[in-house]
């Protein structure tokens, strides 16, 4: 069973997607230094339980190759039995014949017991030297796949210092703005605008004043002309005449 889970947890994490994993994780970084963390763990585990299993089945194997070398020597002997039977009951010793001859059969029942045990070995052999082989290539992934997470996380530790570095840029880009009416530039650039209009406005005043004193000597003209003519006409001399002369 502690294999069984181990395999279990080995195909799990090998198909896990690290990518899906960091989209759903509040802090990336934490995630992968956890991740990294379990996965060696369990890279550890599996190492050990795939050497047990190993270890299991060359048990097997030796057990099973023993097997077949028991049921072959059983099988000379009978063969060797048989034959000695067949010699004495040729010379007419039937009795020692018959003896051989049951030697032969308990070699022939002991070389069956060993055939037996070697086929009923094979489909655990067979089943062992699966698992093995998926263990292997399932630590193989993980090792990959840790590689992977420490390559993931060199990524995102350099990601996140050029974001910091791309930050404290535009929070001092944005501290300058001139554009922004609340910086203190803009606060200034404000205040001169008001200084430049009261300027604007005083001038205009200014320039209106100046004109007002024109048209007042313009007017002041006019009513001495007219002053000066009434001055004529009371003196009695016609109006031509005062301008011929």
Do not use: C
């Not at 963390?37 to 099973?64: F, K």
């Not at 023993?66 to 002997?77: I, M, Q, T």
């Not at 205040?191 to 004193?213: C, F, H, N, P, T």
């Amino acid at each position: 069973m502690a294999k069984e889970s181990i395999f279990g947890r080995i195909s799990t994490l090998v198909r896990a997607n690290i990518n899906s994993l960091l989209d759903q994780a509040e802090d990336p970084q934490k995630m992968i230094d956890q991740l990294v963390r379990d996965y060696t763990n369990n890279i550890a585990d599996a190492e050990s339980a795939i050497a047990e299993t190993i270890g299991n089945l060359r048990l097997l194997e030796r057990d099973h190759e023993e097997d077949v070398r028991s049921a072959g020597e059983w099988g000379n002997k009978a063969l060797a039995a048989s034959r000695k039977a067949d010699e004495l009951r040729g010379s007419g010793s039937t009795a020692d014949a018959d003896k051989f001859d049951s030697l032969a059969k308990i070699a022939l029942q002991r070389q069956i017991s060993s055939e037996r045990e070697a086929r009923a070995s094979e489909p655990q052999i067979a089943s062992q030297t699966e698992i093995v082989d998926k263990l292997k290539s399932g630590l193989n992934g993980m090792k990959d796949k840790l590689g992977e997470l420490k390559t993931k996380r060199s990524e995102l530790l350099a990601r996140a210092k050029v974001a910091e570095a791309q930050t404290k840029v535009q929070d001092a880009i944005g501290s300058i703005n001139v554009l922004d009416p609340t910086s203190e530039l803009g606060r200034f650039e404000d205040k001169i605008r008001r200084q430049e209009a009261l300027a604007q406005g005083k001038a205009e005043i200014a320039a209106s004043s100046l004109d007002a004193q024109f048209e007042s000597l313009e007017d002041l003209g006019e009513l001495t002309e007219v002053e000066a003519r009434l001055a004529e006409l009371k003196s009695g001399k016609p109006q031509a005449a005062i301008e011929s002369e």
